[in-house]
């Protein structure tokens, strides 16, 4: 076992560390290893398609919690990079969106299907009444199913370097789906993490993609209810309202 070194970063799940040339990432949950073993898989499976994202090299025990190592991505995150220099956000938009479409284009079926997770998601949801869970379920069944590799948590500070040199790390939430989903999916961050870059980067994707604005954003009561399984409370009210624009 190499030396593990300084903290390169934190999240809610986990945190990220020199580990010799490598990263090791080290989950906070002491019985995360399931989760270890199976973003490693996930990597192996991404890689196949020849995206710019990390590669594993193991996963395991690391001074009693379970991490896994992986290639270093160089640079910083996309989102420091645009707020450090404003007049690179439409290019940074644009990479991102290109990126985006590039995944899109894989079509993946074994991952788990998107719309078999939304719909475990959409069941236990909080905070949802019975017309509102109900009325969400029925959309999702009505919604197009997909076979393409989706992130499902696509945005700035997953995207590190510059645009034209970037990787694209943390993919534990990766399924096969419709790409309007994922879209969606970013769009819903965007919303909340950094809310004039929401719409900026919506029109972008329909561009490139061909997708119609209508198709991507018909997910996203039933993405916004889904997240409330996360644990985020100073978005709750948000995501409460639109989940209930379903039964507008």
């Not at 996963?59 to 995150?77: D, E, F, I, K, T």
């Not at 534990?172 to 980067?201: E, I, M, Q």
Request: proline letters at 8%.
């Amino acid at each position: 076992m190499g030396e593990i070194g300084a903290r390169l970063g934190a999240g809610k799940v986990a945190e990220a560390f020199e580990y010799g040339a490598h990263l090791l990432k080290l989950y906070r949950d002491p019985g995360a290893r399931s989760t270890a073993f199976a973003e490693a898989a996930i990597l192996a499976i991404v890689g196949d398609h020849g995206l710019p994202v990390p590669e594993a090299f193991g996963a395991g025990q690391y001074l009693g919690r379970w991490g896994l190592v992986m290639s270093r991505a160089p640079g910083r995150p996309l989102a420091e990079l645009a707020r450090a220099d404003p007049k690179m956000v439409p290019a940074a938009l644009d990479a991102m969106a290109a990126l985006h479409l590039a995944m899109h284009a894989a079509v993946e079926r074994r991952l788990q299907p998107l719309k078999h997770r939304l719909a475990d998601r959409l069941v236990t949801a909080p905070g949802l009444d019975d017309a509102v869970r109900h009325r969400l379920l029925g959309r999702l069944a009505t919604l197009p199913d997909g076979h393409r590799l989706c992130h499902g948590d696509f945005h700035p500070y997953n995207i590190i370097g510059p645009p034209g040199a970037a990787v694209i790390i943390d993919w534990p939430d990766a399924t096969s789906g419709p790409p309007a989903a994922d879209a969606c999916r970013s769009y819903l961050l965007l919303l909340h993490g950094a809310p004039p870059l929401a719409d900026p980067y919506l029109v972008r994707y329909v561009a490139i993609s061909g997708l119609a604005r209508a198709d991507i954003l018909a997910w996203l009561p039933i993405l916004a209810a889904a997240r409330l399984c996360e644990n985020v409370p100073e978005e709750e009210a948000r995501l409460l309202q639109l989940a209930r624009s379903v039964l507008a």
